[in-house]
């Protein structure tokens, strides 16, 4: 009984419903409510119809940061077009004092045996400075994700406790999703939030959860998505662009 504990424990999955190289060209209209989306899990990140802002999804709390700096709750019956979460099964932790947002994603690399494997981050404590972005809604017709992100709205706060929330994908994952960290913050007395383009820590605990499984749910059921044609050529440079 108690190694089936344990190897349940480190047989986490990752649930994601789209796929980030589905937004490229533009297919924001959400398609899977907040609702069904928290059957599968009670931590992660995606966004809401129409690209409306960033969300972060908190113990089972689904926050959007939005363009204008607000902070709100999704609604259950509110839908998305992409996320990904996982329910927790914290696997290592560790406490790290000023370190920059590069120097924290190198060193994990360099102390931990996951360079191949998909894994969520969860970083809880002080920051220095964090500097976010937040995408604005749009509406039809939809541009592409790289026209969305060249208009996107940035934002920056010094000595601010909150949480980061995220995934780093190894470089074949690139179009199911980012390869790479792609973190989401959110402020402790919900200042700021949204995509991270870069942080300082000042003193925090980081939780790692490497992932053996993944679960990549599509819509089925969309017209839309079924009928488009996705265009690979350039799609990773233009994911590169607009997620860094």
Do not use: C
Request: glycine share 8%.
């Amino acid at each position: 009984m108690e190694g089936r504990k344990i190897m349940a424990k480190y047989e986490s999955k990752v649930y994601q419903h789209g796929t980030l190289g589905m937004l490229v060209p533009g297919l924001f209209e959400g398609t899977m409510t907040v609702a069904d989306l928290l059957k599968h899990g009670n931590w992660g990140i995606g966004t809401a119809s129409g690209l409306d802002g960033e969300m972060i999804l908190l113990d089972h709390v689904p926050y959007l940061a939005q363009s204008n700096g607000e902070i709100r709750i999704l609604k259950p019956e509110e839908k998305v077009p992409f996320a990904t979460v996982h329910f927790e099964e914290i696997k290592d932790s560790f406490k790290v004092e000023n370190l920059t947002q590069k120097e924290l994603e190198d060193k994990i690399l360099a102390d931990y045996p996951y360079k191949n494997v998909f894994f969520a981050v969860k970083i809880v404590g002080n920051f220095s400075t964090v500097k976010t972005r937040v995408v604005e809604k749009q509406t039809r017709p939809y541009k592409t994700l790289l026209q969305v992100a060249d208009e996107q709205a940035v934002f920056e706060s010094t000595d601010v406790s909150g949480t980061v929330i995220g995934y780093f994908a190894p470089k074949m994952f690139q179009g199911m999703a980012a390869a790479g960290y792609h973190l989401h913050f959110l402020a402790d007395n919900k200042s700021i939030g949204g995509h991270l383009l870069d942080f300082k820590i000042k003193e925090a605990t980081v939780y790692l959860q490497p992932f053996a499984t993944i679960e990549q749910h599509l819509p089925m059921d969309n017209q839309e998505f079924l009928n488009k044609d996705l265009d690979i050529a350039d799609m990773h440079d233009q994911i590169q662009k607009a997620e860094g």
